[in-house]
């Protein structure tokens, strides 16, 4: 089945600080890719996305490129701030996925999350 | 502003205790889901809805029931049948469910099992 893998945190920075958060991903077809951000008591805001080979998606000072030939979705950002402190997600969403009842849905798979701490 | 509302923020519960975690979204959107976040580990889908009246099991729905008898409402049971209940909720919904609608997400509920 389809699955991500990000780098294990908790990741620590000084502010203005470069930072790279890896996420590889296992999955058949053409997903589209996602980061995720969530800041601390909140839900899940979307950073950025790509839907297809060598797309970069890109916000806030935030870049990831879709990297097909070796299944990554690696989030960059060359000065951090205090206020990026937060757990960010890397998840995928298949082309078309059927459920267990036969339906089928944009299903997202999400990683594990990786921690950002940053200090001033 | 439209968005997607969830409550309580916290709530606690006694072993053996069914609980109901609220979700309203005004945003029009057909589609709902249900997912569980556990510490170092990602999200996970419990339950999603593509329209009204209908909802289907995501990965791991044993212990939990839903209802969508109205378009903006989505209820999640956490029932005594769920053997490790305390985590944190998070409800979404997306325009449809197919691929290319982005999801979103609301505050959360963290549910403490006592």
């Known amino acids: 089945g389809d699955s991500v893998t990000q780098m294990e945190g908790p990741v620590t920075l000084s502010e203005e600080a470069c930072l790279t958060i890896?996420?590889?991903?296992?999955?058949?077809?053409?997903?589209?890719l996602f980061w995720y951000v969530q800041y601390p008591g909140e839900g899940l805001q979307l950073l950025l996305k790509?839907?297809?080979?060598?797309d970069k998606g890109s916000n806030k000072g935030f870049e990831a490129t879709y990297r097909k030939e070796t299944t990554s979705f690696h989030l960059e950002k060359g000065s951090v701030q205090v206020s990026d402190s937060a757990v960010y997600f890397c998840?995928?969403?298949?082309?078309?996925?059927?459920?267990?009842?036969?339906?089928?849905?944009?299903?997202?798979?999400f990683g594990q999350g990786t921690i950002l701490t940053v200090h001033p | 502003d439209g968005g997607i509302t969830q409550s309580p923020k916290y709530l606690f519960r006694k072993e053996g205790q069914n609980v109901t975690l609220s979700c309203e979204q005004n945003?029009?959107?057909?589609?709902m889901y249900w997912y569980r976040q556990d510490p170092g580990q990602g999200l996970r889908l419990i339950y999603y809805?593509?329209?009204?009246?209908?909802?289907q099991k995501g990965d791991i729905a044993e212990g939990y029931s839903v209802s969508r008898e109205k378009k903006e409402s989505f209820p999640l049971t956490v029932t005594s049948a769920q053997k490790n209940p305390t985590a944190f909720y998070l409800c979404?919904?997306?325009?449809?469910?197919?691929?290319?609608?982005?999801?979103?997400f609301g505050p959360g509920t963290r549910l403490t099992v006592l």
């Open positions: 790509a839907t297809k080979a060598d």
């Open positions: 998840a995928l969403r298949q082309t078309t996925y059927t459920g267990k009842s036969g339906t089928s849905y944009g299903k997202l798979t």
């Open positions: 890896n996420c590889t991903y296992t999955a058949t077809g053409y997903p589209s």
């Open positions: 979404a919904s997306s325009k449809s469910a197919l691929t290319w609608n982005e999801q979103f």
């Open positions: 809805s593509q329209i009204v009246n209908d909802f």
């Open positions: 945003l029009n959107h057909d589609a």
